[in-house]
C-alpha cells in the first residue's frame, strides 16, 4: 500500500493530485493543512493544524505523521513545500514525490532560473536596478513567487520607486501565454510534454485553458530546459511570446498543475505516472490526442452538522424529470449506499411505479419502496427520527418538518449534498 501524504492539502495543486490518485489501485491518501480546508480526503485521514512550510517545528511535525500514518510518500502542493521536503526528504526517510533539492532550489528562484537556462533558452530581459530601464512597459514580479501574486504592470517611471530589491524586473512580453505540462522518469529523461494556451486567468489561475495541436516547439522548449535542469516526475513551464512572436520563459515549477486535469482528460495522469517514478516503475504517456478546453469554476464543499440513518427521496420531479433520471440524486443515493444508509423512496407516482422504476433502470437502487395512493401525507410514513427528506414539493416539504422534526431538502439543495465534507 502507498501511504500518500499531500501537503499542504489545501491548495488548488492538492486539489488535482487527490482527484488523480483517489481511485488508484494501492493507494490511500492523507492530508496536512495548517486550516481547516476543502479537500476530497476522508476526514479521518486529515491532519490539521500543521506549523505552516517555513515556520519552525514543520519538518518535525511531518516526521510524526509520518510515523503515526506510517506514510511512504510524500506528494508536495506547493512550490515552497516542494522545496522545503526535497531538502529534508533524506531524513524523513519516505520518498518525496519531486525533483531533487538543487533542481528545487533553483526552479523556486526566478533570477536562479533565468541564470540557469539564458544560454539554453529564450528568457525575458531583465533590468539590475530601476535606473536601467529605459523602455515602459515592464514588468515586475517576485523573485520567489507562484500565480499572479505581486506581479505588477509597469507604465510610468515613478511606479518604479514601488519595485523593491526582492522584485525582477523584465521586459513586458505582450503575447499569448502558454504552461506546458511536463513528466520526466527516474533517469531524468523527459518522457511527455504537452502545451496549453491561456485564455483566461484568475489570480494567476488559468480558468480557461486549452491543449495546443501544433506542440512541436514546446516539446523542443521543454527538452532543452530538462537536460539542464535534471527534472524528475511532474513539472511544468510557463512561456509568453514577446513583440515578435518568440516564445519566452516566464518560470518552471517542480510540482503538479491545478489544471493538468485537461492532459488528465486526454489519458495522461501525471501525478499517478510520478508516483510510478518514484517507486522505480517505468512509465509511458498514453495520448489520446484530443481537442480539449478546460473551463475551472470555484468548487464548494459543505461542513454541515448533518448526520443521518436513512435517506426519504421522492420520485416525480426529483429522481426523474419526465423520462430523464437526476444524475446528481443518483450520485447522492450511491454515496449514501457506500456509507450503509437506508435509502427508501416515497412516492405519489400516478402509474406503476415499479415499472417505471424499471423502465428508468431504478429498481434496484432502494431498500423500501413506499407508494402512496391516496392524500395521506408522506410524514405519516416517515418512522425513522434520524432521517433526511428530499422533495420538490414546499408543501411536503413544510409538512414533513413540522411533523417528523427531521432536516428537509429541495431538488435545488441535492448537487450540494453531493459536496459534504466526509
Known sequence: MNRVLVVPSGTEVAQEIVRSLSVVK????????????????????????????????????????IKDKKITHIFPAHDSASLKLSEFAESLGVKVITSSYETNKVCRSKSLTYKALEKVVKVPKTYNSKFEVDT???????????????TKLI??????????????????????????????????????????????????????TELVTENHLFYAFAEKINATLKLQGAWFFQVKEDIDGELCLLEVATRIAGSMITSRMNGVNFAEMSLFISNGVPVKALDNNLEIKLYRNLAYQFDINLNFDVLYTDFDDCLIFGDKVNDKLVQFIYQCINKNVEVILISRHAHDLQQTLKNMKLSQLFDKVIHITDGTPKSQFITEPNAIFIDDSFRERLDVLQECNIPCFSVDMVQGLTCLKS
Open 26 to 65: 494501492g493507494v490511500e491518501l492523507y492530508g496536512a493543512n495548517g486550516i481547516d480546508c476543502f479537500t476530497e480526503i476522508p476526514r479521518d485521514r486529515q491532519i490539521i493544524g500543521i506549523p505552516f512550510i517555513d515556520e519552525p517545528g514543520f519538518i518535525n511535525e511531518i516526521s510524526n505523521i
Open 136 to 150: 515602459f512597459p515592464v514588468f515586475v514580479k517576485p523573485n520567489i513567487g507562484q500565480g499572479s501574486v505581486g
Open 155 to 208: 507604465t510610468e517611471a515613478e511606479q518604479l520607486n514601488a519595485v523593491t530589491e526582492d522584485d525582477i524586473l523584465c521586459e513586458y512580453l505582450p503575447g499569448e501565454e502558454y504552461t506546458v505540462d511536463c513528466i520526466s522518469d527516474a533517469n531524468n529523461q523527459l518522457q511527455y510534454a504537452r502545451a496549453r494556451k491561456r485564455n483566461a486567468m484568475r489570480n494567476g489561475i488559468a480558468t480557461e
